[in-house]
C-alpha cells in the first residue's frame, strides 16, 4: 500500500476508532470490559470497510454476529479454529483425509470459504462502482476478477483484522503490566496532542517516538504471527543450503518470529522483557538487530499492510490513551493472559479485563 492510499484510508480509520471510543463509553466504568472482545469487533468493522467496501455493524450490534448481508456468521472462535487448521495441514499435507473426516471441523473450514466467497463475489461488483478499497490496491488498480478475489478475500479477512487485534491488546497488556511505561506514553501523548486536538494528526504522530517503541516491542514480544507463513523449496529444483543445512526439494520450511525476536544474540540484554526504549535513537543496548526483527515477514509476500497497519495501530492507541485511563479489572488474573495465547498461525488469547475511566 503507497503513503497514498493510507492517507486516503485514514478517514475509515479515524471514523471506526471514534465510535469503538463512543461503544466503550456507553459501558458501565465500574464494571469490566473484556478489550479482547471489543478490539475484535473494530478490527473486523474497519476490515469490511477496507476489504469489501463497507462495515459489517458489529460495534454497533455489540457483538460478533450477522457479518455481512443476512449470511450466517462467524464467531472468532469459529475463525481461529478455520485458521488454525488450515495452519496444521499447510504443514502436514498428509492430514488432510483425517482432518476432512471430522465432521465438525470439516465444516467450519467450509463455512469459512464459503463466507469469504460470497463477500468475495459482491466485492467484484461494486468495482463498477469505483471502490477503492484492499482489492484495489492489491490488484494493482486493475480489475479484480472472482477468481483472486476469492482467495484474497480470505487472506484479507484474517491478515487485516486479527493481526491488529493481537498487537492492540497486547500493547495494552504491556503497558498495563508496566505502569512507569504507561506512564511515560501518556506524557508523550498529551505533550503532543493538546487536550481537543486532532487526536489522529499524522504530523503529530512523527514525534511519538515512545509510542512507536512500545509498538515495536510489543510486535517483538508477541508477534501476531508467532511461526510466520511457510515456504517450499521448488520441488523442482534441487534443493537448497540455508545456514549451512542442506534442505530437499519440495521441503516446506518457516522462520518463526517468535523465536528470532527472543534471541538474545539479537536482542540483549534481557530479550523476553518489554523495554522499549531499546528501540530509541541513541539507547545503548549489547545487542540490537533489527535485521532479526520480523513481525511482517520479509521478501516475497511480506505484509503489504504493514505501513497501513502501523498507521492504524497508532491512531487508535492514541484515541484510547486520551480517552481513557485504563487499568486491569479487579480480580483479573493480568499474568496468566499471555500464557494462555496459542500459535494457529493467528493467536488464540483470551478475554482481556479491563477498567476503563474517562479522562
Ligand atoms: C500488526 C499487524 C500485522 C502484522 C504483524 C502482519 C503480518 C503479516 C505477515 C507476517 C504476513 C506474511 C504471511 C506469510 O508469510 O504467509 C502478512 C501478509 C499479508 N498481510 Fe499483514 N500483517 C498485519 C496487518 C495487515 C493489515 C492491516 C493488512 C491489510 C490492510 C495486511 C495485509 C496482508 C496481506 C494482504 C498479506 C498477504 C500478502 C501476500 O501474500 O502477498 N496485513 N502479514
Redesign the pocket.
Known sequence: ?TPASIKEYEPLVAARARELVSCLRLRDPQIGIDLVAWVDLFTLDLMGD??FGSGFKMMENGRDMDWASGSDGLSSDQRTAAVGTSNVVGQVPWLIPTIQSVPGVSQIIKDFNSFGQALAKQRVKKVAIGTRD?WYH?ADGKKATDENSVA?GI??IV??SD??A??LCSVIWFLLSHPHQYQRLQKELDTAIADGDDPFDAVKHQELHFLRACINET?RLH???PS????QIYPSQAGQTIAGRFIPPGTTVSTP?YSLHRNQDYFSPHPDQFLPERWLQGSQFDSHDSSAF????LG???????K???R??SMVLCILFKSFTLRFADGFDAEAWPREMQDFFVVTRGPLYVQLTRR
Not at 228 to 231: C, D, E, F, I, L
Open positions: 500500500m477496507l476489504a484492499l492489491l484474497d487472506v484479507a491478515a487485516a493481526t491488529v493481537s498487537t510486535l508477534p501476531p504471527l510466520n507463513g511457510t515456504r518470529a520480523l513481525p511482517f515477514s516475497p509476500s511480506n505484509c503489504v499492510g504493514q497501513f497497519a502501523r492504524e495501530l
